[in-house]
C-alpha cells in the first residue's frame, strides 16, 4: 500500500516523539510505499527509502496551511491509499483530505496530543481524531485518556515505541573517557535523558531528592542529558539555569553535571552503561501527561534499572521489580529511599530481567505490530468493499448500434486496409451484439467475428460466436485477430490494475500488425452516462456512492471512468502504441448522426489543434491501438 506520512515531528528536532515517527516512517518503508511530509530541515535524515516532501517549521500557522495544501497536492498527484498523522497535530488535516479523497486515515496518538485542555483544540483536533479510520496509542492510560475524550474504543490499538534491540555494545574506552573526563571515577551516577520541561520535573527532583541522596551517598552525581527545547508546541519549560539556582540552595551544584543534547547513538548508549540508575521524576499533570517514557526502555536495554514516578504511560514502560521501581506520584521521600536502597546494595534487580524485559519493545516487533494493524483494518475491508456484483450497463437499443459501427469502421479505416480474408475481429464486452452482428454481416470488408461478455444480454445472435467470460482473461491465442473493440467497456472492469490487466490481454490477443479500437467516458465528463448525474465521476471514489444514494439514482457506483491522463498511463503501462483520434470521431460522429446541426457547422470550421486542445475535458476517450510485442 502507499502510505502519506504527515508529521512534524522528526528529527532534527528532539525528542521521543521524534525518535518515534522516523522509526515509523522507516519500518513502514520496508514493506509499503511511504511519502514523508514533514518539516523542510528533517529531509536529510529522513529514511532514505521514503519520498520526502517539505514544508516551514515555524511559525505553527505557516507549517499547518503548508501542509494542508501540499497534501491535497500529494492526495492529487500520487494517490496514497492511507493517510497518517504522526500526532494529533495534523490529525484534522489528515482526516480532512482522508474524507475528500476517499483514503483511510490514521493517527498515533502520544499522550499530550489528547489529553491537552485548550479550549481550540478541544473544538477542532479532537473531533477530527474521534473521526480517525484508525488511532494507535503509545500506553494503556493514554488509551484510557482517548476514551474519556469520547474517541471509540473499537478504533483505539495500543502499539508500544520500540527501541533498538539488543544495544550498542559496551564501548569500555569510551567510557573510560567520559569518567575521565567528568571526574566519575568511583562515583554513583544517576541519569536524567529528556528534554527539560516542567513534566520531566528535574529541578523539582533537586529540590526534593538530590539532596538527601547526597547526604546518604556523597559520591553521586546526577548527569542531566538534554536541553530546553526551542521548537516545542508545550510552552512549560525548564532551564539550566533555573535547576543550578536550586542546587546551590543546597550547596550541591557541583554534582550536577549537564551534558546537553546527545544525538550519537554510541555516545548516549555508553551513558546508559556507565550509569548507576536512571531516574524519571516525572511530575503528575492531567493536562499534560508523560504518553508512554521510551528512555526507560532504553535504560532497560543497557541493563540499566529505572526508578520513576507512577504516572501517565511510565507505568507501561516500568514494570516494578522487573526493569525498575515504581513510586507513587510525588511521593519523594518514597523515592528517595528507593534510590539510596539501590546504590548502597540493599535493593538489587538482575540485570538479565531488566534487559529480558527490554525485548518486547524491538523495533522488529514493533514493526509487525504495525503492519498487522494496518493490514488487519483496511486490507480487509478494502477486500469487502468490492464485494459487490457489477450491474450491466449494456446498451439494448441496436438501433444506436449501427453508427457506432459504422463510426468504428470510418475510424479504422476497415474498408481501405488489405488484411487477409477473413478479418478476425473480437468485440470485448459486446452487450447486444449489434456492433459485433453488423461487421459479422458486413457485405464487403468480410469478417470472422467472435464477441466476449461477462453477461449476456445479446439481442441478436446470429453470424458470430460468443463467449461468455467471467474476469478480463480472454479465452483466445495469442495474436489470434486482426481488429479488437472495446467500446465503453474499460471503465466496467473494476480497479486501474484490473483495467492494466484488461489492456495486457488485448495486446496479447492483438496480432503485431492489427488494430485495437478503445473508447472510454472520460473521468471529468460533465454528466456521467451511466447513471446520468452531473459530477458524479468528479468526486473522490468513497463520495461518489453516497453522491449516488442522495440524487436516488442507485445503490453502488460501479464504474471506474479514467481521465485522459490515467488512461494514457495504462496504454503506456501494458505496452500500446497509441493514437488518441477523439476529434475525428466527434467529427464523424455529427456527420453521421446530427449532419444538419449548429455543433457540426462548427466543429467543421474548428481546426484539430484547436479541439485537441480540449481533450483532457472531451466527454469520451477514443484511441487507435497497435501492439508492441
Not at 212 to 235: A, E, R, W
Not at 267 to 294: C, N, Q, R, T
Not at 398 to 415: G, Q, V, Y
Amino acid at each position: 500500500m502507499k502510505i502519506l506520512l504527515v508529521t512534524r515531528n522528526l528529527p532534527p528536532l528532539i525528542g521521543g516523539m521524534e525518535r518515534l515517527n522516523w522509526h515509523i516512517a522507516d519500518e513502514l518503508s520496508k514493506t509499503h510505499e511511504v511519502i514523508l511530509l514533514s518539516i523542510t530541515n528533517a529531509k536529510k535524515t529522513a529514511p532514505t527509502n521514503c519520498i520526502f516532501f517539505g514544508v516551514p517549521l515555524s511559525p505553527l500557522p505557516l507549517f499547518l496551511i503548508a501542509v494542508f495544501f501540499r497534501t491535497f497536492f500529494i492526495c492529487l498527484t500520487s494517490k496514497p491509499d492511507i493517510l497518517f498523522a504522526g500526532s494529533g497535530l495534523t490529525a484534522p488535516i489528515v482526516v480532512f483530505w482522508a474524507k475528500i479523497f476517499g483514503k483511510k486515515s490514521m493517527v498515533y496518538i502520544h499522550g499530550l496530543d489528547i489529553a491537552t485542555d485548550h479550549p481550540a483544540y478541544n473544538l477542532v483536533w479532537v473531533p477530527s481524531i474521534r473521526m480517525t479510520d484508525k488511532i494507535i496509542v503509545n500506553s494503556s492510560p493514554t488509551l484510557d485518556i482517548c476514551i474519556q475524550k469520547g474517541v471509540p474504543q473499537d478504533k483505539l490499538e495500543i502499539i508500544h515505541p520500540g527501541v533498538h534491540f539488543p544495544s550498542v555494545g559496551r564501548n569500555h574506552q569510551l567510557i573510560n573517557t567520559l569518567k575521565a573526563q567528568f571526574q566519575l571515577e568511583n562515583k554513583k551516577v544517576l541519569i536524567s535523558v529528556g528534554r527539560l520541561t516542567a513534566r520531566k520535573a528535574i529541578r523539582e527532583f533537586v529540590d526534593n531528592s538530590l539532596p538527601s541522596i547526597i547526604q546518604s551517598c556523597p559520591d553521586t552525581v546526577l548527569v542531566i542529558i538534554g536541553d530546553t527545547p526551542s521548537q516545542s508546541l508545550n510552552k512549560n519549560l525548564q532551564s539550566k539555569e533555573s535547576i543550578i539556582a536550586t542546587a546551590e540552595k543546597y550547596n550541591i551544584q557541583n554534582h550536577l553535571i549537564f551534558v546537553g543534547n546527545i544525538l550519537d547513538d554510541e555516545l548516549l548508549s555508553a551513558w546508559y552503561h556507565l550509569a548507576d540508575i536512571h531516574i524519571f521524576p516525572v511530575k503528575h499533570i492531567p493536562s499534560d501527561p508523560e504518553g508512554f517514557g521510551m528512555v526507560a526502555i532504553e535504560a532497560a536495554v543497557h541493563g540499566t534499572p529505572t526508578i520513576a514516578f507512577k504516572t501517565g504511560g511510565i507505568v507501561d514502560a516500568v514494570k516494578d521489580g522487573i526493569n525498575g521501581i515504581l513510586v507513587e506520584k510525588n511521593e519523594y521521600e518514597q523515592l528517595n529511599k528507593n534510590i539510596i536502597s539501590y546504590l548502597t546494595g540493599a535493593s538489587i534487580i538482575k540485570i538479565s530481567e531488566i534487559i529480558g524485559f527490554s525485548e518486547r519493545f524491538s523495533w522488529e516487533n514493533f514493526s509487525i505490530r504495525l503492519n498487522d494493524s494496518i493490514n488487519n483494518s483496511f486490507q480487509k475491508e478494502s477486500i469487502t468493499d468490492m464485494s459487490f456484483t457489477r450491474q450491466s450497463h449494456a446498451v439494448t437499443d441496436l438501433n444506436t448500434r449501427i453508427p457506432k459501427a459504422k463510426k468504428i469502421e470510418i475510424l479504422l479505416n476497415l474498408n481501405n486496409k488489405i488484411y487477409k480474408k477473413p478479418l478476425r475481429l473480437l468485440e470485448v464486452g459486446c452487450g447486444s451484439g449489434g456492433i459485433a452482428h453488423y461487421f459479422a454481416t458486413h457485405s464487403s470488408i468480410g469478417c470472422e467475428v467472435h464477441a466476449v461478455d461477462i453477461h449476456d444480454n445479446r439481442q441478436v445472435y446470429d453470424n458470430f460466436s460468443f463467449t461468455k467470460v467471467s474476469d478480463t482473461v480472454l479465452p483466445f491465442e495469442n495474436d489470434s485477430f486482426d481488429i479488437v473493440i472495446t467500446n465503453h467497456v474499460i471503465e466496467h472492469v473494476g480497479s486501474p490494475n484490473e483495467q492494466l490487466k484488461h489492456l495486457k490481454e488485448i495486446n496479447r490477443v492483438l496480432k503485431t500488425t492489427g488494430t485495437c479500437y478503445l473508447a472510454a467516458p472520460n473521468r471529468w465528463m460533465i454528466t456521467e452516462p451511466h447513471y446520468n448525474l452531473k459530477f458524479l465521476s468528479w468526486l473522490p471514489s468513497k463520495l461518489r456512492t453516497p453522491y449516488l444514494r442522495w440524487n436516488k439514482k442507485g445503490e453502488f457506483y460501479d464504474c471506474e471512468p479514467p481521465s485522459l491522463k490515467e488512461l494514457e498511463s495504462l496504454l503506456i503501462a501494458s505496452n500500446f502504441k497509441f493514437e488518441n483520434i477523439s476529434v475525428q470521431a466527434l467529427r464523424i460522429l455529427f456527420e453521421l448522426e446530427n449532419p444538419n446541426s449548429i455543433f457540426n457547422s462548427i466543429i467543421k470550421k474548428s481546426p484539430d489543434n484547436f479541439l485537441n486542445a480540449f481533450n483532457f475535458i472531451n466527454p469520451t476517450l477514443i484511441y487507435k491501438l497497435e501492439a508492441k510485442k
